[in-house]
């Protein structure tokens, strides 16, 4: 089983829906991100949580929100959906560096979502 | 405008020799820089990885080499192997960052047998 987990894999769904995407971990690990890759522009920083009362907004959280139930658990929503919210959505979960080691992320498998 | 630049998408290289994916920074305070491949339908998985204070790290076919004062990094693979065909994603961080990771946009290398 994989150690990062994410669902739905795929979703198709309509402009104004709101959707939840769901990551679930049993790495242990207390830091869980939310990425989404969009061809040309690599893997962007939606949120992320250090630990379940810490939440941070990343680069592009704008229609986003999220929710940390708990260690191994991190949703990502989107309230109302709309189309160039279509993209691949990844979970990824890390450990805090030791000393210059700021450490590896490791990701879910993605999930994808279009928005008609 | 992007802080990590790959600015190749896409590389091609005969099986067995030298696959060079080069990646340029413009945030001088980055201190960590990762490499990810990605296959399709898989998240990215972490490769290689280097610290600010060393100008080469290298993991068996994989070595990366830094270049602070041009911001530079690139991943040589060596012998390059059809397997190896996948994105290869750069990625830099730096303490300021919460030590977040900022990616670039990515390199697709297709290895021909």
């Known amino acids: 089983d994989a150690d990062v987990t994410q669902t739905p894999r795929n979703r198709i769904t309509k402009t104004g829906k709101r959707i939840m995407l769901e990551c679930s971990q049993t790495?242990?690990?207390?830091?869980m991100y939310w990425y989404r890759q969009d061809p040309g522009l690599g893997l962007r920083l939606i949120y992320y949580s250090f630990d379940v009362k810490d939440i941070n907004k990343g680069e592009i959280s704008d229609g986003y929100s999220v929710s940390r139930q708990a260690q191994a658990k991190f949703s990502l929503s989107l309230e109302s959906a709309i189309p160039n919210q279509t993209a691949l959505y990844f979970c990824?979960?890390?450990?805090?560096?030791?000393?210059?080691?700021?450490?590896?992320?490791?990701f879910g498998e993605g999930s994808r979502l279009t928005v008609l | 405008d992007q802080q990590v630049k790959q600015n190749s998408p896409s590389l091609s290289v005969q099986e067995g020799r030298i696959s060079i994916l080069n990646c340029d920074y413009t945030?001088?305070?980055?201190?960590?820089f990762l490499w990810y491949k990605k296959y399709p339908a898989e998240g990215p998985t972490f490769l290689i990885s280097?610290?600010?204070?060393?100008d080469k790290n290298e993991d068996g076919r994989f070595t990366v080499f830094l270049n602070k004062s041009a911001k530079h990094l690139s991943l040589h693979i060596v012998p390059s192997q059809p397997g190896d065909s996948a994105v290869y994603f750069c990625?830099?961080?730096?303490?300021?960052?919460?030590?977040?990771?900022?990616f670039g946009p990515g390199t697709r290398l297709s290895v021909l047998p």
């Open positions: 990625a830099a961080s730096a303490r300021d960052y919460g030590q977040n990771f900022v």
């Open positions: 790495k242990g690990h207390d830091r």
């Open positions: 280097i610290s600010s204070i060393k």
């Open positions: 990824a979960t890390s450990e805090p560096g030791q000393g210059a080691w700021t450490g590896e992320l490791f």
């Open positions: 945030n001088s305070m980055f201190d960590y």
